[in-house]
């Protein structure tokens, strides 16, 4: 799947959109196509390397802590949610990802201050560590 990767922590030239695995689906796991992801001042911590002794992700790790999209698939312990259900969400600190176009995950929901198309995540975090967000910024994915 097409993603923002993080293969080494720093400001310059350590992210990158490439191609990463799709996630894998497991019993409680719900399956989100994502079609918006927020941009949080902790993404660009994180792929700076400024929490990498509290959260030691392994690299090369795609970023991303708010989204917005559809379930896909639901795995079998799941009961609350049914393919097709619309979802907003914050993943798990260990299971990070929404610079993807998918991701497993709960429900929460946003304020929208500035929607970015996915080719300008750079921008987007550089817009959020500026801090002129007077909300959620969002990566438009798909």
């Known amino acids: 799947m097409k993603a923002f990767i993080v293969d080494r922590y720093g400001k310059k030239d350590g ?10 689906l497991r019993q409680d796991d719900v399956l989100v196509q994502i079609h918006a992801a927020g941009v949080n001042l902790l993404d660009s911590k994180i792929r700076n390397g400024e929490f990498k ?5 392994r690299l090369p790790l795609i970023l991303g802590n708010d989204v917005a999209g559809v379930v896909v698939r639901v795995g079998s312990g799941v009961e609350r949610f049914r393919p097709g259900d619309e979802v907003y969400a914050r993943p798990d600190k260990d299971r990070i990802g929404t610079f993807g176009r998918l991701i497993d995950s709960g429900t929460i929901r946003p304020v929208v201050d500035r929607v970015f198309p996915f080719e300008w995540t750079n921008e987007a975090m ?17």
Do not use: Q, T
């Not at 550089?126 to 798909?142: C, D, F, H, I, L």
């Open 15 to 24: 992210a990158r959109i490439g191609e990463m695995p799709n996630p894998e």
């Open 53 to 57: 002794l509290l959260l030691p992700y």
């Open 126 to 142: 550089a817009y959020v560590e500026r801090g002129r967000a007077k909300g959620k910024v969002v990566v438009r994915v798909s």
